[in-house]
């Protein structure tokens, strides 16, 4: 039988999973007619993708899923018309596409005011991939933008203006900010929220047309003066897309949408609708989770099942320019009778109120503002007998004390229908010991994110406590040892571990510890007791390999080496019969060393002025770079002398893990600088600023920052990147992880290092500052000093002796490591000797 | 049990190893943080390489351990058993201080 799904939204997608999932014998052959040229990605993500994130990272389409010849996926042709009688759809190409059952899934689309002028060119809307390239072309030259809707999806449009740089107004008819979803007093705290980031709020205020001015438009408001932009993105909300329908007979809801039944089912028996376009007993729905569930009750109904739509949660969580906002339940106190109970503190600028029913018995929904942490464990209540006075649950935890409790069969995750009974049943049962855990064996927290701090707490609930601890000498998280070690002055491991700890420390606290002390000026890293906390790598200042050998790696800044320098490197490689390779950061690693041969190789290299490229530390590793606009014809900067001056400053930096770092001198990104922790390119007017990627085990690409920075602010921005992450990451937490982990993510990350929220900036700057004064080659140090000199021998009794477990073997002209059969050979060669 | 001089005590840095190659073998001699000494083989079984005198000394519970620089076992200093693997265990050699002296012990 034929299936035929028009549209590849992320619900016309859902259905075709939802379909192959239950479909075992293969009952349906689905085609999928599409409009856009990418496959389904995840709209409500859709703000990322000028943040970086590509078109790929937001895909939603399985792999596999139209790789077999009973799912066909047709790019870019969209459908144009349906012949119910003969039960037929053809496209726009001309494709003509028999159906058995027909599912619509069109969406919706955005709302553009019928405005004069409403269609000129810098003009927008933020819907579609396309659209947001549309935006990006635009903002090569703008630098002021207006957004037309002040509600959830205006804001996320102003959210994305914002972050990409451009001066910034929304312009909304209602007389304050979201108003479906959020009060009058609400809506007042989230305006300033939001006017605290310098975007400009006119509520209350009717666009009349829009008229060219100059290279921008010029809006003219009713009974005020005009606004100017470069560009302008019309965001006031959606239509559902019902023409197709429309045109082939079939009926639409009071509000538009293609109306259907409970079974998400037309009049026409063969035709459904699903998600933003289908109007279910006559009500639409603009989130994505009714759509997923109608995708899932149709999928349901084309393999005989009986689902119906059982209406949806209309609960919405969500974070708008750094800003909470959750509104759930009956938000407006719509019941007869319903009472409000407003707990608002302008100080912390945060709103929250409650709506109960007529005997405060029942909580009936509620508004969030500026803090909706309490949204996970109070949304499930809703419809609960509270049990309890209802202004326990509205005042901040510290000032009650109390959390709510949880009913048993409370729907922790809405997404995934998980209730906290299904929770606890899977906690017990399969042993689960932390959230990723829950996540994994129940799916709860895996949709919207929402509900994973109640997860949390019934991991708590059922006697589980994740331990933040880091190893059994220390109950403390790393960056609580790190303000420990700040705050008292502490300088040993020995002082800390005995004011702070138990036993003597491992192989996990010690190098951690010593990691601490450098960053807060303990001096170099083998003086003193420090030198006994570090592992082989840092105690040798040279990178252990497979055969207790070490591998050597002298700093080449920016990839940058004189043919002189290249010259000794050579000749050190060929005189201590070194294998050689080019690394990946732009630099030339020297295999096979001896500790007893460190001493003389960096007596060579230190001679000819190179010095330690700190690849054995959890440190700064390299700043890579194209030669930028110095040789290359496409290049706008000079990014090689950047990479030379960033990797300089932070050379010898102790972090948590290690770090790289990339400079690209145009958009063809040469230097992979995305895949950094920290990645520059340049532009036109200055640098964009990339943090948070890396290589490895889960490849990331950095996200932007802040776009256009002039040298200075890149570099301030930076050193209080860094030295925040060396403060509070965790042990072995690249930046990736870190702003992952940050509450707010990157936004938050802003909120901290642009914006001083926590005040520290000058701290950060203070301390980056000292770090750059003190920094000293540990290399040239170590030479310096007979004693430390004296440690570099394989036996301490035999210091002209080596081990003679070592062996090579030559390869391709080079020494590599004998492996165990090459090693008896060699071993009856010594012995036949 | 016959007693060779490898090193001056002042020789070993606290809570960490030297290797000393003497009849028989590689041998990793530690000093603790209450300035005893311990020797247990400098072979680490868990990577076939001699490395153990490179590990980070530190405890674990009351018992003073060495963890192998290349796969981070933890080994036992008194007992030469492998804390994370019982499959593993090093020889432990005798050692004592005399006369500002490291000596390890053989039989005989």
């Given at each position: 039988?034929?299936?035929?799904?028009?549209?590849n939204?992320?619900?016309?997608?859902?259905?075709?999973?939802?379909?192959?999932?239950?479909?075992?014998?293969?009952?349906?052959?689905?085609?999928?007619l599409?409009?856009?040229?990418?496959?389904?990605?995840?709209?409500?993500?859709?703000?990322?993708y000028?943040?970086?994130?590509?078109?790929?990272?937001?895909?939603?389409?399985?792999?596999?899923?139209?790789?077999?010849?009973?799912?066909?996926?047709?790019?870019?042709?969209?459908?144009?018309?349906?012949?119910?009688a003969?039960?037929?759809?053809?496209?726009?190409?001309?494709?003509?596409v028999?159906?058995?059952?027909?599912?619509?899934?069109?969406?919706?689309?955005?709302?553009?005011?019928?405005?004069?002028?409403?269609?000129?060119?810098?003009?927008?809307?933020?819907?579609?991939?396309d659209?947001?390239?549309?935006?990006?072309?635009?903002?090569?030259?703008a630098?002021?933008?207006?957004?037309?809707?002040?509600?959830?999806?205006?804001?996320?449009?102003?959210?994305?203006?914002?972050?990409?740089?451009?001066?910034?107004?929304?312009?909304e008819?209602?007389?304050?900010?979201?108003?479906?979803?959020?009060?009058?007093?609400?809506?007042?705290?989230?305006?300033?929220?939001?006017?605290?980031?310098?975007?400009?709020?006119?509520?209350?205020?009717?666009t009349?047309?829009?008229?060219?001015?100059?290279?921008?438009?010029?809006?003219?408001?009713?009974?005020?003066?005009?606004?100017?932009?470069?560009?302008?993105?019309?965001?006031?909300?959606?239509?559902?897309?019902?023409?197709?329908?429309?045109?082939?007979?079939?009926?639409?809801?009071?509000?538009?949408?293609?109306?259907?039944?409970?079974?998400?089912?037309?009049?026409?028996?063969?035709?459904?609708?699903?998600?933003?376009?289908?109007?279910?007993?006559?009500?639409?729905?603009?989130?994505?989770?009714?759509?997923?569930?109608?995708?899932?009750?149709?999928?349901?109904?084309?393999?005989?099942?009986?689902?119906q739509?059982?209406?949806?949660?209309?609960?919405?969580?969500?974070k708008?320019?750094?800003?909470?906002v959750?509104?759930?339940?009956?938000?407006?106190?719509?019941?007869?009778?319903?009472?409000?109970?407003?707990?608002?503190?302008?100080?912390?600028?945060?709103?929250?109120?409650?709506?109960?029913?007529?005997d405060?018995?029942?909580?009936?929904?509620?508004?969030?503002?500026?803090?909706?942490?309490?949204?996970?464990?109070?949304?499930p209540?809703?419809g609960?007998?509270?049990?309890?006075?209802?202004?326990?649950?509205?005042?901040?935890?510290?000032?009650?004390?109390?959390?709510?409790?949880?009913?048993?069969?409370?729907?922790?995750?809405?997404?995934?229908?998980?209730?906290?009974?299904?929770?606890?049943?899977?906690?017990r049962t399969?042993?689960?010991?932390?959230?990723?855990?829950?996540?994994?064996?129940?799916?709860?927290?895996?949709?919207?994110?929402?509900?994973?701090?109640?997860?949390?707490?019934?991991?708590?609930?059922?006697?589980?406590?994740?331990?933040?601890?880091?190893?059994?000498?220390?109950?403390h998280?790393?960056?609580?040892?790190?303000d420990?070690?700040?705050?008292?002055?502490?300088?040993?491991?020995?002082?800390?571990?005995?004011?702070?700890?138990?036993?003597?420390?491992?192989?996990?606290?010690?190098?951690?510890?010593?990691?601490?002390?450098?960053?807060?000026?303990?001096?170099?890293?083998?003086?003193?007791?420090?030198?006994?906390?570090?592992?082989?790598?840092?105690?040798?200042?040279?990178?252990?390999?497979?055969?207790?050998?070490?591998?050597?790696?002298?700093?080449?800044?920016?990839?940058?080496?004189?043919?002189?320098?290249?010259?000794?490197?050579?000749?050190?490689?060929?005189?201590?019969?070194?294998?050689?390779?080019?690394t990946?950061?732009?630099?030339?690693?020297l295999?096979?060393a001896?500790?007893?041969?460190?001493?003389?190789?960096?007596?060579?290299?230190?001679?000819a002025?190179?010095?330690s490229?700190?690849a054995?530390?959890?440190?700064?590793?390299?700043?890579?770079?194209?030669?930028?606009q110095?040789?290359?014809?496409y290049?706008?900067?000079?990014s090689t002398?950047?990479?030379?001056?960033l990797?300089?400053?932070?050379?010898?930096?102790?972090?948590?893990h290690?770090?790289?770092?990339?400079?690209?001198?145009?958009?063809?990104?040469?230097?992979?600088?995305?895949?950094?922790?920290?990645?520059?390119?340049?532009?036109?007017?200055?640098?964009?600023?990339?943090?948070?990627?890396?290589?490895?085990?889960?490849?990331?690409?950095?996200?932007?920052?802040?776009?256009?920075?002039?040298?200075?602010?890149?570099?301030?921005?930076?050193?209080?990147?860094?030295?925040?992450?060396v403060?509070?990451?965790d042990?072995?937490?690249?930046?990736a992880?870190?702003?992952?982990?940050?509450d707010?993510?990157?936004?938050?990350l802003?909120?901290?290092?642009?914006?001083?929220?926590?005040?520290?900036?000058?701290?950060?700057?203070?301390?980056?500052?000292?770090h750059?004064?003190?920094?000293?080659d540990?290399?040239?140090?170590t030479?310096a000093?007979?004693?430390?000199?004296?440690?570099?021998?394989?036996f301490?009794?035999?210091?002209?002796?080596?081990?003679?477990?070592?062996?090579?073997?030559t390869?391709?002209?080079?020494?590599?490591?004998?492996?165990?059969?090459?090693?008896?050979?060699?071993?009856?060669?010594?012995?036949?000797? | 049990?016959?007693?060779?001089?490898?090193?001056?005590?002042?020789?070993l840095?606290?809570?960490?190893?030297?290797?000393?190659?003497?009849?028989?073998?590689?041998?990793?001699?530690?000093?603790?943080?209450?300035?005893?000494?311990?020797?247990?083989?400098?072979?680490?079984?868990?990577?076939?390489?001699?490395?153990?005198?490179r590990?980070?000394?530190?405890?674990?519970?009351?018992?003073?351990?060495?963890?192998?620089?290349?796969?981070?076992?933890?080994?036992?200093?008194?007992?030469?058993?492998?804390?994370?693997?019982?499959?593993?265990?090093?020889?432990?050699?005798?050692?004592?201080?005399?006369?500002?002296?490291?000596?390890?012990?053989?039989?005989?």
């Amino acid at each position: 039988m034929r299936l035929v799904v028009v549209g590849n939204g992320p619900v016309g997608q859902r259905l075709v999973d939802a379909v192959r999932e239950r479909d075992s014998d293969r009952r349906w052959q689905i085609t999928v007619l599409a409009e856009e040229r990418y496959p389904a990605y995840d709209r409500v993500a859709l703000t990322s993708y000028l943040g970086g994130r590509t078109a790929a990272e937001l895909g939603v389409v399985p792999a596999g899923c139209y790789d077999d010849r009973d799912a066909v996926l047709h790019l870019g042709d969209p459908a144009a018309a349906i012949d119910r009688a003969a039960r037929t759809v053809t496209t726009a190409a001309g494709r003509v596409v028999g159906y058995d059952a027909l599912v619509l899934a069109t969406g919706s689309a955005p709302f553009v005011p019928p405005l004069p002028g409403a269609d000129l060119p810098g003009c927008f809307v933020y819907r579609t991939l396309d659209d947001l390239d549309a935006i990006r072309r635009c903002m090569a030259w703008a630098r002021t933008g207006i957004v037309v809707g002040g509600g959830l999806l205006g804001l996320e449009a102003v959210g994305a203006l914002h972050g990409m740089g451009l001066d910034t107004q929304v312009v909304e008819m209602a007389p304050r900010l979201m108003p479906v979803q959020v009060d009058e007093a609400g809506g007042h705290v989230l305006r300033r929220h939001i006017e605290a980031l310098h975007v400009t709020v006119h509520t209350g205020t009717r666009t009349e047309r829009i008229e060219p001015a100059g290279r921008g438009l010029r809006l003219v408001v009713a009974g005020g003066e005009p606004l100017e932009a470069d560009l302008l993105v019309f965001s006031a909300g959606v239509r559902p897309r019902d023409a197709l329908a429309r045109d082939a007979g079939l009926a639409r809801g009071p509000r538009g949408g293609v109306l259907v039944d409970a079974a998400c089912r037309t009049a026409d028996d063969a035709v459904y609708a699903v998600g933003e376009c289908a109007a279910v007993d006559g009500m639409t729905y603009g989130l994505v989770a009714p759509g997923f569930a109608m995708a899932e009750v149709v999928a349901d109904r084309l393999l005989g099942g009986p689902a119906q739509f059982p209406g949806a949660d209309m609960s919405t969580k969500l974070k708008l320019l750094g800003v909470d906002v959750a509104s759930f339940g009956d938000a407006h106190a719509a019941t007869p009778g319903a009472l409000e109970l407003v707990y608002s503190d302008q100080v912390a600028g945060t709103y929250a109120k409650l709506v109960v029913t007529d005997d405060a018995r029942v909580l009936l929904g509620g508004i969030l503002v500026g803090d909706a942490s309490a949204y996970a464990s109070l949304r499930p209540l809703v419809g609960a007998e509270l049990g309890g006075p209802p202004e326990r649950l509205l005042l901040p935890a510290g000032l009650t004390g109390a959390t709510p409790d949880l009913p048993a069969a409370a729907q922790v995750c809405s997404c995934h229908a998980v209730t906290r009974a299904d929770l606890v049943t899977a906690i017990r049962t399969g042993g689960l010991r932390d959230v990723a855990a829950v996540k994994a064996c129940t799916r709860a927290g895996t949709g919207c994110g929402s509900c994973v701090p109640l997860l949390k707490r019934v991991l708590t609930e059922c006697g589980v406590t994740p331990s933040r601890a880091l190893c059994e000498h220390f109950d403390h998280s790393r960056a609580e040892l790190f303000d420990i070690v700040r705050v008292t002055g502490i300088r040993t491991f020995s002082q800390l571990v005995a004011a702070h700890g138990r036993g003597r420390g491992c192989d996990l606290c010690k190098p951690m510890v010593a990691s601490i002390l450098a960053s807060l000026g303990g001096g170099p890293i083998l003086a003193g007791e420090q030198a006994a906390l570090q592992d082989t790598n840092d105690h040798f200042l040279a990178n252990i390999q497979k055969d207790g050998t070490y591998s050597v790696v002298p700093r080449i800044p920016g990839g940058e080496i004189t043919p002189e320098r290249l010259i000794v490197i050579g000749e050190v490689a060929r005189d201590f019969g070194l294998y050689t390779k080019i690394t990946g950061g732009q630099r030339i690693d020297l295999f096979g060393a001896r500790v007893e041969q460190l001493p003389a190789i960096w007596r060579r290299l230190t001679d000819a002025g190179m010095e330690s490229g700190h690849a054995y530390g959890k440190a700064l590793r390299t700043v890579k770079s194209c030669v930028g606009q110095t040789w290359c014809r496409y290049g706008v900067q000079d990014s090689t002398t950047l990479a030379i001056d960033l990797e300089l400053r932070y050379r010898g930096l102790r972090a948590p893990h290690k770090l790289k770092g990339g400079v690209s001198g145009c958009a063809r990104e040469c230097a992979e600088a995305r895949g950094k922790d920290f990645g520059i390119i340049a532009t036109e007017a200055g640098w964009n600023l990339y943090l948070g990627g890396n290589g490895g085990f889960t490849p990331r690409h950095a996200e932007l920052f802040a776009p256009d920075l002039d040298t200075g602010s890149l570099v301030r921005t930076l050193d209080r990147f860094l030295m925040y992450y060396v403060r509070t990451a965790d042990r072995l937490q690249r930046t990736a992880a870190w702003i992952e982990a940050m509450d707010g993510g990157l936004d938050q990350l802003r909120r901290v290092i642009v914006d001083d929220v926590l005040g520290i900036c000058a701290d950060l700057d203070a301390a980056m500052a000292a770090h750059v004064a003190s920094y000293r080659d540990e290399w040239a140090d170590t030479l310096a000093d007979p004693e430390r000199v004296g440690r570099f021998v394989s036996f301490v009794n035999a210091p002209a002796e080596h081990d003679g477990g070592v062996a090579f073997v030559t390869e391709r002209g080079q020494p590599r490591p004998a492996r165990p059969g090459e090693r008896v050979l060699i071993d009856l060669e010594v012995v036949r000797r | 049990m016959r007693w060779t001089g490898v090193c001056a005590y002042t020789a070993l840095l606290p809570e960490r190893g030297v290797c000393a190659l003497v009849e028989g073998g590689q041998v990793a001699v530690f000093r603790l943080h209450d300035g005893s000494v311990r020797a247990v083989g400098n072979h680490d079984p868990a990577s076939g390489v001699n490395v153990l005198s490179r590990g980070i000394v530190g405890t674990r519970g009351d018992v003073p351990t060495v963890a192998s620089p290349l796969f981070k076992h933890v080994y036992d200093l008194t007992t030469g058993r492998c804390l994370d693997d019982g499959a593993y265990a090093v020889p432990v050699v005798p050692v004592r201080v005399r006369d500002g002296r490291v000596e390890l012990g053989s039989a005989a």
